[in-house]
């Protein structure tokens, strides 16, 4: 069976940090870019982070860049996001999900519609 399960999520103050983890298994990791997203109460679930499955780029929105690090271990079919300079707006729902590439596509995407198998979700919690 197809799984990807989130785990790290918890609550911090303002500045702290936080890592993310999405592991994913029933399926041929390497293949698949991951995507981190977001969405807190009343809004729009928010891609924030992805990985191309194959070269490794990223991409991030503009309300993490630089703050948000995502990074990947095939071997471990496991991807992390680490979190630092964590504001109370990035308080939200944090989902990871995958999207099947051909090799040799560079680039990844964070629109929801592109991704395929995703997790349940961890909580993050910023308090001011």
């Known amino acids: 069976d197809v799984q990807v399960v989130e785990s790290g999520g918890g609550t911090v103050p303002a500045g702290g940090s936080l890592r993310l983890s999405c592991t994913g298994s029933g399926f041929g990791f390497g293949d698949y870019d991951i995507g981190w997203f977001r969405q807190a109460p009343g809004q729009e679930r928010e891609g924030i982070a992805c990985i191309n499955g194959d070269d490794e780029s990223t991409d991030y929105a503009e309300s993490v860049r630089g703050r948000f690090t995502i990074s990947r271990d095939n071997a471990k079919t496991t991807v992390y996001l680490q979190m630092s300079s964590l504001k109370p707006e990035d308080t939200a729902t944090y989902y990871c999900?995958?999207?099947?590439?051909?090799?040799?596509?560079?680039?990844?995407?964070?629109?929801?519609?592109?991704?395929?198998?995703w997790g349940q979700g961890t909580q993050v919690t910023v308090s001011s």
């Open positions: 999900a995958a999207s099947y590439k051909l090799r040799g596509w560079p680039g990844c995407a964070r629109g929801v519609l592109a991704y395929d198998y």
